[in-house]
């Protein structure tokens, strides 16, 4: 069991609540803006400043789409499964998938860039003198050329943000004044029909972004696996981000008094540890598959990512993707500490953002890794975005679907 001295202390105050809204709305500002100004920065600063703000921004780019995406995928998994204790802290993963449309317009940008490919060099099948004269890149023309990408991104993001609509509108409705029981009911049962249909398209979309906006940066590589790579990593940063603002929204009263319990946060403890251990199950099997077949132009990709001073980052990104946040969740009492919950959460965000760092980067710098203020820019302005972001729903809606039908069972869960 955990030590309830070691548990953050619970604040049922409204008006504390509402000020720690207004702050939170500020420090995203701050941070917003700070970011937005050093990416700017970015275009006018160095020998290719083009280049590297078209990495440094498909990085963020990646970072709050993965989160985006994988709340909504959490989301639909909770409905499709009927499960019962995440009732009372789904609103929290609810306020990242609505994300998805602020995430569209950020699309926009990388469309231009990948549109200018020439001048950005972001992707080398997007420049004509690059594929000229490579067998292997003419033959993937039909499907990676400029155009058939903002296609294929545009496409996916209507089919993201129709879905989310589905499943989320419901919950969200259902806080409406005067809502009907029956009728939210019914609507609960609609949305487990149309998670079900979301399931495959997710796979199939995410697989295919996974290719488009990641694996073809180097595009003489190929990996069957990468996509459920990828799939490992959105899925246990989203569940990071969940848990990190349940943890602040239940200290600072939004969740209300006791509602929240040890039981609710010890099954973000479990499937935190359980998708940590599945990311380092994926990345260890990708790499020895690869390495064991010894093929040159599978090999090269891993090769390039341990000469150059790579290799530190590549320890170090198995340090914090899976070592830390492995024998910190490993105990019973971890798994529903608060503090060790917010450790391990930070651990795995910062791991995200390393992880997406060590697979675009080697693509901008053969020499080794770059890190300077250009790169700082994302970070600064993704946190800012993602907390403006759930600021703004915090203000909005309430934190607890009281509204579902389940919502007084979910209550009462106990492990």
Known sequence: MSNPDLQMPISADPPAAENRQSGLHRAALVLLVA???????????????????????????????????????????????????????????????????????????????????????????????????????????????????????????????????????????????????????????????????????FALTMSFVAIDWVMSLEPHWFSSIFPAYIWSGMTVSALAAITLAVVWLRRNGFLGAGLVRNDHMYNFGALLFAFTCFWAYLAVSQFMLIWYANIPEETVYFVHRMEHGWLKWTILLGLLRFVLPFFLLLPRWAKQNDRALVLASVLILIGQWLDLYWLIYPQYSELGPVFGWQEVAPVLWVTGLLLWCAARFIGRYGMLPEGDPRFAQSVQFHL
């Open 35 to 201: 970011g937005v100004v050093l990416s700017l920065l970015t275009l006018f600063v160095g020998e290719t400043p083009l280049r590297r703000f078209a990495f440094s921004y498909l990085w963020g780019f990646v970072f709050f789409w993965a989160i985006a995406l994988g709340a909504l995928f959490f989301v639909a998994l909770q409905h499709l499964t009927g499960a019962v204790w995440s009732v009372v802290v789904r609103r929290p993963a609810e306020m990242f998938a609505a994300m998805l449309k602020p995430c569209l317009l950020l699309f926009i940008p990388l469309a231009l860039l990948t549109l200018f490919g020439a001048r950005s060099g972001l992707f080398p099948w997007a420049v004509p003198e690059l594929v000229e004269g490579d067998a292997l890149l003419e033959m993937k023309r039909p499907y990676l050329n400029v155009w058939f990408f903002v296609v294929r991104g545009g496409v996916f993001f209507g089919l993201w943000l129709l879905y989310a609509r589905k499943i989320i509108g419901p919950s969200l409705a259902a806080e409406t004044e005067g809502a009907d029981p029956t009728a939210t009911a019914l609507a609960g049962t609609r949305v487990r029909g149309i998670s079900a249909h979301f399931m495959p398209v």
